[in-house]
């Protein structure tokens, strides 16, 4: 039982390492050379580590690497692709890549749509999922309004630079003009939604839906709108019967995380689709579910065991919900800030990065972030 897990250096892959070796499973953590100590690498989890010349990452780095595991093992390593860039890459060479490991991810079109917030909104507004309302820059509307690339992630843009919130139309002109040049493509505009955030997350095979976790965002940071530095897994029915209808329509395979707003009146509307491994995605594993391990099963066509959804959990990532508290704090929200404090010292919220008996890579990865600065 092996599985290769790429792009080492993000904080979500140490949740692909950590589980996948607590189920036996042996864990080769993989790097692209340019890539300096990636916090994965220091796992305890990791069996093997492996870095792969960034040049070869859309040809026959991975390939070569599942070929060499597959033939010295006897069996095919499982590839879990990580990064958007490789997950484009795993995509597109996936009828080859399938020779020589197992693989379930999206086809090159099913991430393209799905990557496009314009045409998701449109397809899910058609099958009567709420979705926020969408302008074009020379309409009239009422502000704030929110300003986005179709996919920032293609263009290398940070969680936080993927969106500009426009209070009035210089703001809205500027930010549109911006992300046209980085895409090439003229934003979304779509109304602000002042609720909480909310998010469901799915692994899926040929339109069904093997395994989900829906989770409330409680602080973001930057804090209008930026990524969940805390979130709290919950039930949510309705949303999971939209997802699952958009994973039926489009006979979606691999993992994604539908991320939900809510209105005034409290009503989450769709604004997006990450299909990836997505930001929160440690909270699969703080929860004790065993998401994971679906995953694994399913890339290799083994029999799936009983899906466990995990309890009721908080998680938090530190330090961004420090950053997250200041910034309630200088808005004026002390309740979030306070909320941000209680939660720091309550034993039963989870820290999404450090655990027990595998505190190094908290360590390196809080490194990397000083020499980011």
Not at 217 to 238: F, H, L, Q
Request: hydrophobic fraction near 40%; aromatic fraction near 10%; proline fraction near 5%.
């Amino acid at each position: 039982m092996t599985a290769i897990v790429t792009d080492a250096h993000y904080r979500m892959s140490l949740a692909l390492i950590r589980d996948l070796a607590d189920s036996g499973v042996r864990v080769i953590a993989c790097e692209y050379d340019d890539i300096k100590n990636p916090a994965g690498f220091f796992s305890r989890g990791v069996f093997e580590r492996e870095v792969i010349s960034r040049e070869m990452q859309g040809g026959t780095g991975l390939f070569q690497l599942c070929k060499r595991i597959a033939e010295k093992t006897g069996e095919k390593p499982a590839l879990f692709p990580v990064g958007a860039k490789t997950l484009e890459y795993v995509s597109g060479a996936a009828s080859q890549l399938k020779s020589v490991c197992g693989l379930l991810v999206p086809s090159p079109e099913q991430l393209d749509f799905f990557n496009d917030k314009a045409r998701i909104c449109e397809f899910a507004r058609s099958l009567g999922i709420a979705v926020p309302r969408a302008y074009s820059l020379n309409e009239s509307f009422d502000f704030p309004v929110v300003v986005k690339p179709v996919c920032g992630e293609k263009a290398g843009l940070s969680a936080a630079a993927r969106y500009v919130i426009a209070r009035d139309r210089e703001k809205l002109v500027a930010a549109a003009k911006n992300f046209e040049n980085i895409t090439g493509q003229p934003p979304v505009i779509q109304e602000y939604l002042g609720g909480y955030g909310a998010g469901c997350s799915v692994l899926a095979k040929d339109g069904q839906v093997l395994a989900s976790l829906c989770h409330r965002r409680i602080r973001e940071y930057p804090v209008s709108g930026g990524p969940s530095s805390c979130c709290i897994k919950t039930d949510a029915p309705r949303l999971l019967a939209d997802v699952e209808r958009l994973v039926e329509a489009k006979n979606y395979s691999g993992i994604a995380m539908f991320e939900f707003k809510a209105d005034a009146r409290g009503v989450c509307r769709l604004l997006e689709v990450n299909p990836r491994v997505w930001g929160t995605y440690p909270l699969t594993r703080v929860c004790g579910s065993n998401f994971t391990y679906m995953w694994y099963a399913a890339a290799l066509n083994l029999p799936l065991p009983a899906y466990d959804g995990g309890r009721d959990v908080k998680m938090v990532y530190y330090p961004s919900d420090f950053a997250a508290m200041l910034g309630y704090l200088r808005r004026g929200n002390i309740g979030a800030f306070f909320g941000g404090a209680a939660d720091f010292f309550n034993p039963h919220v989870k820290n999404g990065l450090s655990e027990r008996g595998d505190r190094k890579p908290y360590r390196v990865y809080l490194k990397s972030l000083t020499e980011r600065t």
